[in-house]
DNA sequence: AAGTGGTCTAGACCACCTA
DNA sequence: AGGTGGTCTAGACCACTTT
């Protein structure tokens, strides 16, 4: 399975950031010679990719890595921001620190207030902040560590895999409104500017929490993608 | 397109009954030799099949069918405009006729360049407009005399229903941005107000056009709602 | 004009299944 | 053994994007 391997190939190139999100791909027949397959074999496996959501495939362009090494990728149905082709971003931590929140608690019907706080601020190649991401996992097991220890591959979803929070259902709110006082200061933005909003919680097999995420994305360079009925492999 | 028209031919086959469910389809080569073209491109045809549920292929042997007749169920997992705490809205329809738009053709790769353009507003009880959903759906068949005998049932699903156009795959995009000049008018809305935006394209099962629609939708009405991972996958 | 992806072709070899 | 699907190849032509 030569496909396979150049899928699993280039997936851990980009999940590992030697391709950053935002950058092109070689060329496809640029990757045909250097795995020493035809370009058919490429293409096949960058469908993979493509369904996975780690690329974006554009005619006349190239492939675009669409990975910032926070989403899932497993469950294929998430409404997934994608950056517009071929902006550079890159991701600053806010804070990774280990709260308590009882409020978030009462909402996800959990007993224990612990959690952990990952906060991060993308920027394009101009240094704009274009987007603004709040997440919440559990403070259990291996993931406690993590405000010490650091992510795995800085990583959110390889931590959390790493942890056995393995996300397999859940929902997501999308919306639009007026960044609040607070959050206009970070992203360097006028208070009222209207952004993208979504909101997603997500559950294990066993419907224990997984994850929450809050997000704030510029409507100039980001866009929601969803994709039905043709997931399968 | 000649994968297109294999996977539609083969698909009309299968669902008026000439290939009986659990028949088996000829060989590949067979069915090269038969449209005239080659293998791969029978076997990219059979992908859309298998994806579609509509066939099951087993090495050595060959692909069977495996469709019962029943319809097609509508991809529960759209994301869904849902209105805020119950607001009750009043739908309006702007216009129902029969277009002409060789653009849109274009982008859906049709050569048909006839649509049925149904474009609707939506009001809340106080009257103000708070959505405005342009659809376009093919006019192939009895959906070319929607204008003129009106829809079933009052509505689009169920008029492509009753056409045979039933969605089984699609894509949505959700963004935001400023409304146009043109819109605002029927809006009622100062230009430059920032709606959300979601543009849907469905197919059916051989991945022939459906229906698309374009949505702008008051923020502070509406809300995008998924939900996904429950069931499958 | 040059480079890129999108599609199709004709042929090849293999693993699998039914005889 | 002979037919079937699974995979890969090397080349071709086209439409699109950028220079």
Redesign the interface.
């Given at each position: 399975m030569k496909r396979q391997q150049i899928a699993s190939s280039l997936t851990d190139a980009i999940t590992s950031g030697r391709y950053q999100n935002g950058a092109l791909l070689p060329a496809e027949q640029e990757l045909a010679t250097r795995f020493d397959v035809s370009r058919g074999t490429v293409r096949r496996a960058l469908e993979d990719l493509a369904r996975a959501d780690l690329i974006n495939t554009r005619t006349g362009i190239g492939s675009f890595v669409t990975y910032d090494g926070q989403t899932f990728s497993d469950?294929?149905?998430?409404?997934r921001a994608l950056a517009e082709g071929g902006v550079e971003t890159t991701t600053h931590v806010l804070r990774l620190e280990r709260i308590t929140d009882a409020d978030l608690a009462a909402e996800l019907g959990r007993s224990d207030t612990d959690f952990i706080a990952l906060d991060r601020l993308r920027r394009d190649a101009a240094g704009v902040a274009v987007s603004l991401e709040r997440s919440r996992v559990p403070a259990d097991g291996r993931l406690a560590e993590a405000p010490g220890r650091g992510l795995v591959d800085d990583s959110l979803s390889a931590t959390l895999r790493a942890s056995g929070l393995v996300?397999?259902?859940?929902?997501?709110?999308?919306?639009?409104?007026p960044l609040g006082a607070a959050d206009a200061v970070l992203l360097d933005r006028a208070p009222g500017t209207?952004?993208?909003h979504s909101t997603r919680v997500a559950r294990t097999a066993d419907g224990s929490f997984a994850e929450k995420v809050t997000s704030w994305l510029d409507?100039?360079h980001?866009?929601?993608?969803?994709?039905?009925?043709?997931?399968?492999d």
């Open positions: 469950p294929s149905s998430w409404g996300p397999s259902a859940g929902e997501q709110w999308i919306s639009a409104g209207f952004f993208l409507p100039e980001f866009r929601i993608h969803l994709n039905f009925g043709v997931s399968h």
